[in-house]
């Protein structure tokens, strides 16, 4: 994978009120599926040479433990309207063999990592944990801040949803993120959008993801 220079956006750009054209007013949920590949796939790597390479990343060490938790949450990257894929083996190191899109081994794991280029967001601990964005990002690393997400810069703009209990879409209404957003916590069935505009897409015009996992 390979990187593209990354759009530049006014600090003071505002959300449109209407999709760009190809979105309508009430999008098709997006099925997440084992293997997949979700957005323009140039972001660059998820085991980038400056993240996570077997050292301790903010407290958290690589390993190869079975975890009582197990959950999963969805990040969606969006620049100008346009989807680009959260990138695989982030938090491997030393990954094993890519199977259909899908790579499962590595000589260790961070608690937070992806397994293929979907967005697929795997959270692990030996309890349940309030992880952050900004942990994900420290291990993949590369920046988030209210200016920049991974390679792209300009204003940051937020949205979270989440899943009803013992469902695995995600339901209405997106709410916006007003804090830091490497503060936002990683929790079940949450779906974050982060986006950089000018161009932005808002709710309601966010579709919905189905997550594959029950929980």
Same mark, same amino acid.
């Given at each position: 994978?390979? /990187?593209?220079?990354?759009? $530049?956006? $006014?600090?003071?750009? /505002?959300?449109?009120?209407?999709?760009?054209?190809?979105?309508?007013?009430?999008?098709?949920?997006?099925?997440?599926?084992?293997?997949?590949?979700?957005?323009?796939?140039?972001?660059?790597?998820?085991? *980038?040479?400056?993240?996570?390479?077997?050292?301790?990343?903010?407290?958290?060490?690589?390993?190869?433990?079975? *975890?009582?938790?197990?959950?999963?949450?969805?990040?969606?990257?969006?620049?100008?309207?346009?989807? &680009?894929?959260?990138?695989?083996?982030?938090?491997?190191?030393?990954?094993?063999?890519?199977?259909?899109?899908?790579?499962?081994?590595?000589?260790?794991?961070? &608690?937070?990592? *992806?397994?293929?280029?979907?967005? +697929?967001?795997?959270?692990?601990?030996?309890?349940?944990?309030? &992880?952050?964005?900004?942990?994900?990002?420290?291990?993949?690393?590369?920046?988030? $801040?209210?200016?920049?997400?991974?390679?792209?810069?300009?204003?940051?703009?937020?949205?979270?949803?989440?899943?009803?209990?013992?469902?695995?879409?995600?339901?209405?209404?997106?709410?916006? +993120?007003?804090?830091?957003?490497?503060?936002?916590?990683?929790?079940?069935?949450?779906?974050?959008?982060?986006?950089?505009?000018?161009?932005?897409?808002?709710?309601?015009?966010?579709?919905?993801?189905? &997550?594959? *996992?029950?929980?």
């Amino acid at each position: 994978m390979s /990187s593209t220079p990354a759009p $530049s956006a $006014s600090p003071t750009s /505002s959300p449109i009120s209407t999709p760009p054209p190809g979105l309508g007013a009430t999008p098709t949920p997006i099925q997440l599926a084992q293997g997949g590949v979700l957005g323009i796939d140039t972001v660059g790597e998820g085991n *980038t040479a400056t993240g996570g390479q077997g050292q301790t990343v903010d407290g958290l060490t690589c390993n190869n433990l079975v *975890t009582p938790y197990h959950v999963h949450a969805h990040v969606s990257l969006l620049v100008d309207g346009q989807r &680009f894929a959260v990138p695989d083996v982030l938090g491997f190191f030393k990954p094993g063999a890519e199977v259909n899109g899908y790579t499962a081994n590595a000589q260790c794991f961070y &608690f937070l990592h *992806t397994h293929d280029a979907d967005g +697929y967001i795997h959270i692990e601990g030996l309890a349940p944990t309030a &992880f952050t964005l900004g942990e994900l990002f420290d291990i993949w690393g590369e920046p988030l $801040s209210s200016t920049a997400v991974a390679i792209f810069s300009g204003q940051v703009v937020a949205y979270t949803a989440t899943a009803a209990q013992g469902f695995n879409q995600t339901t209405g209404p997106f709410t916006q +993120y007003q804090g830091d957003v490497r503060a936002l916590q990683l929790v079940s069935h949450e779906e974050i959008v982060l986006e950089i505009g000018p161009v932005l897409i808002t709710p309601p015009n966010l579709p919905a993801v189905i &997550f594959y *996992t029950s929980k």
